[in-house]
C-alpha cells in the first residue's frame, strides 16, 4: 500500500504541472480533466477533490463536467475495454443480448470495471461496423457478427493474455 500510494504521489506531481499552466485559463478545466484522467486514469472523486484543492473550483463544478462529458470515467478502465455497439444496425441484429451476456460473464453492469481490474465493459453507438453487425471492440480489436455463444471465448481469449 506505501508504494500505491507513492506512486499516486509521482502521478499528483505531475498533474501539479498541468494544473499551474490551465488554472487560470478560461476554460481551462477540461484541459486540466483531461491530463488528471491520462496520468491518473480517471477523474474520481480524490482526483476531484485534488484539483478544486488547487484549482478553487468548486467540486460541485468539476463533477458536472466529468459527468457531462462522456469521455471522462470516474473509476479507473480495466486494461481491457469492452465496447459493444447498440447502434441501430448492430441493437436490431441482436447486439443487446450480446450485452447483456457480456455483462453476465464479467460480472459487471456497463461502465464498470471487473473486480480484477481485467475488463471494463461499456455500451457504445455507431462503431462504424455496420456490415458486421453486431459488432464488438476489445481495445480497438474490431469483432464482427458476434452471437451470445462466441463472448465465452472472447474473454477467455483476453484472460490468458493476462
Not at 70 to 75: A, G, H, N
Not at 97 to 109: A, I, M, P, R
Amino acid at each position: 500500500m506505501a508504494n500505491e500510494n507513492k506512486a499516486r504521489e509521482e502521478l499528483y506531481k505531475e498533474l501539479d504541472v498541468i494544473i499551474e499552466q490551465w488554472k487560470d485559463e478560461p476554460g481551462g478545466l477540461l484541459p486540466i480533466m483531461q491530463n488528471a484522467q491520462e496520468i491518473i486514469g480517471c477523474v474520481d472523486e480524490e482526483v476531484q477533490n485534488y484539483i478544486s484543492d488547487k484549482t478553487g473550483i468548486p467540486v460541485s463544478t468539476i463533477y458536472g463536467v466529468a459527468t457531462f462529458y462522456s469521455l471522462f470515467t470516474l473509476e479507473p478502465n480495466g486494461k481491457y475495454t469492452i465496447g459493444i455497439c447498440l447502434g441501430t444496425a448492430c441493437y436490431v441484429r441482436g447486439s443487446q443480448l450480446v450485452y447483456d451476456e457480456l455483462s453476465k460473464q464479467l460480472g459487471v453492469e456497463g461502465g464498470r470495471t471487473t473486480g480484477d481490474g481485467l475488463f471494463t465493459l461499456t455500451a457504445t453507438r455507431c462503431i462504424g461496423c455496420c456490415g458486421l453487425a453486431p459488432a464488438m471492440t476489445v481495445n480497438g480489436d474490431v469483432y464482427g457478427r458476434v452471437k451470445p455463444e462466441d463472448v465465452k471465448g472472447i474473454i477467455e481469449k483476453y484472460r490468458n493474455i493476462g
